[in-house]
């Protein structure tokens, strides 16, 4: 895991990861219009403890598509991937 890039936006740990992906998470394509200059496919989208928490994910570098590698973990501060989110509930 690249825990620098990973957890600098705020104080998450790998915990906090961990929480997300327990918390039935809804996954959610990174981009709604397909636009490819984002670096994540997907997002891993979850409320723990109140607060509605995302993973992006990134291809595996093996290039498996069974497999993704967590590249980012922040709060979704995004009104439209709240929507998002709530609305696939």
Do not use: C, Q
């Not at 992006?56 to 709060?75: E, M, N, T, V």
């Amino acid at each position: 895991m690249n825990r620098p890039h990973l957890f600098k936006h705020e104080t998450f740990s790998e915990d906090d990861l961990w929480d997300v992906w327990a918390s039935d998470p809804v996954f959610l394509p990174a981009s709604p219009d397909g636009d490819a200059d984002w670096l994540a496919d997907w997002l891993m989208v979850a409320e723990v403890a109140g607060d509605v928490l995302f993973a992006a994910l990134a291809p595996a570098r093996s290039g498996s598509l069974s497999k993704a590698r967590p590249i980012g973990l922040d709060r979704v501060k995004n009104e439209d991937l709240l929507r998002r989110y709530y609305e696939s509930r």
